[in-house]
């Protein structure tokens, strides 16, 4: 397993925030937690990443404990992916993925040869090698998102955490980002992101994970966990799940807008 995460239990100071959460992720799959906001999902990503390291229960990496994991190299085999974002000063794309090789380069060194070569590899890999020489800034969303995964991938980590990474993206680039994810998931990188999109959790992963209140109230196949019971449970809306092209696609909508719309001339 990729990652392994038992009986993991998190409290901020007396509220307990995570509870009991078990995960196990197999190499080469792309996970999506869903949930609603204030589950737990950023607190579960900050325990796996070494950031709140308080916790009881277990996190392992490759069957490691990741206690015991130093901070570097941990930094190193699990990348946290941020949403695109507008960083202070203008950089180039290619400067951008190289700040991800910087935990390998010593202080004040500036990249070498190889630490270039790295990043244009990780920006190919994500057919993104055309824009390493444009402002990061002037790109779209959509290839600022990919520009942060190569940057990952210049780390030379296999286990990506992605935080809403199509949050803030219009459909199209949500749908380029996601293709992107699943090829990297052929070349055996493990994805696990969070995600407020069912559907699309749906179309792209191998798993899907819900939590609610700090537990993982349900994991496994789509195809047997996205179902409308499982999103009145975790959005209290009721659901009404719609299912396509031989169940490849699944689309969840509200019940009482179905209704609404059926009466519409
Ligand atoms: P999600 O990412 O699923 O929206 P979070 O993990 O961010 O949920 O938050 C889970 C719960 O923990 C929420 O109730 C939130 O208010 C609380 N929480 C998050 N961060 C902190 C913090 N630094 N201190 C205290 N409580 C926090
Ligand atoms: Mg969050």
Request: aromatic letters at 6%.
């Amino acid at each position: 397993m990729m990652l392994d995460v038992r009986n993991l239990t998190f409290s901020y100071g007396q509220r307990p925030v995570l509870q009991g959460v078990d995960i196990s992720l197999k190499a080469g799959c792309v996970a999506s937690l869903l949930g609603p906001n204030g589950a737990g999902k950023s607190t579960l990503f900050k325990c796996i990443l070494g950031l709140l390291p308080g916790y009881t229960g277990d996190i392992l990496l490759q069957g490691e404990d990741a206690r015991r994991v130093p901070l570097k190299r941990l930094a190193r085999s699990v990348a946290y992916i941020p949403q695109a974002h507008y960083p202070a000063f203008n950089y180039t794309v290619l400067d951008m993925v190289l700040m991800g090789t910087s935990s390998r380069v010593s202080a004040f060194a500036s990249p070498g040869k190889a630490e270039v070569a790295a990043a244009m590899q990780a920006l190919d890999t994500l057919q993104m090698a055309d824009f390493a020489h444009r402002d990061y800034m002037r790109i779209s969303g959509g290839e600022q998102q990919l520009a942060l995964i190569a940057r990952a991938i210049a780390q030379h980590s296999r286990l990506l955490i992605m935080d809403e990474p199509t949050a803030s993206l219009d459909w199209g680039n949500q749908i380029r980002v996601m293709q992107q994810v699943r090829r990297l998931s052929e070349q055996g990188y493990t994805i696990l992101q969070a995600t407020h999109n069912p559907n699309q959790a749906y179309l792209f992963s191998d798993e899907i994970l819900a939590m609610r209140s700090g537990r993982i109230v349900a994991a496994g196949s789509p195809r047997a966990v996205f179902t409308a019971p499982l999103m009145e449970e975790l959005y209290g809306i009721s659901a009404q799940v719609e299912s396509l092209r031989d169940d490849c696609i699944r689309v969840c909508v509200p019940r009482e807008i179905c209704a609404l719309e059926c009466e519409l001339p």
